[in-house]
Nanobody, 123 residues
Framework: QVQLVESGGGLVQDGGSLRLSCTVS????????GGWFRQAPGKEREFVATISRSGRNIYYGDSVKGRFTISRDNAKNTVYLQMNSLKPEDTAVYYCAADTRLLYFTNIQVEYWGQGTQVTVSS
């Protein structure tokens, strides 16, 4: 059974920072492409960032480029999302995702999802 568990969400002020973590259990994480999506109330799930198995391929959604950084530690089976210069419009539930079939992903057709962690940015 593959499980993805996110942590690190919370409440932060406009301009602040948070780091999200996603730990994968059930298979060696190095065999997965990893990534993050988010979903705000009343909106569709949105691509945030993705990282390939080796870490050489990294892509970001336009709304977070230059502010968010995705990384991974395969020895710890964990992918991270460092979020800086947070804005109120970044408020959403953030979901970790993983896929064994793809080099990386930018749409929601992925194999595995975490339960999500709430990020709230106050103005």
């Amino acid at each position: 059974q593959v499980q993805l568990v996110e942590s690190g969400g919370g409440l932060v002020q406009d301009g602040g920072s948070l780091r999200l973590s996603c730990t994968v259990s059930g298979r060696t994480f190095g065999t997965y492409a990893g990534g993050w999506f988010r979903q705000a109330p009343g909106k569709e799930r949105e691509f945030v960032a993705t990282i390939s198995r080796s870490g050489r391929n990294i892509y970001y959604g336009d709304s977070v480029k230059g502010r968010f950084t995705i990384s991974r530690d395969n020895a710890k089976n964990t992918v991270y999302l460092q979020m800086n210069s947070l804005k109120p419009e970044d408020t959403a539930v953030y979901y970790c995702a993983a896929d064994t079939r793809l080099l990386y992903f930018t749409n929601i057709q992925v194999e595995y999802w975490g339960q999500g962690t709430q990020v709230t940015v106050s103005s």
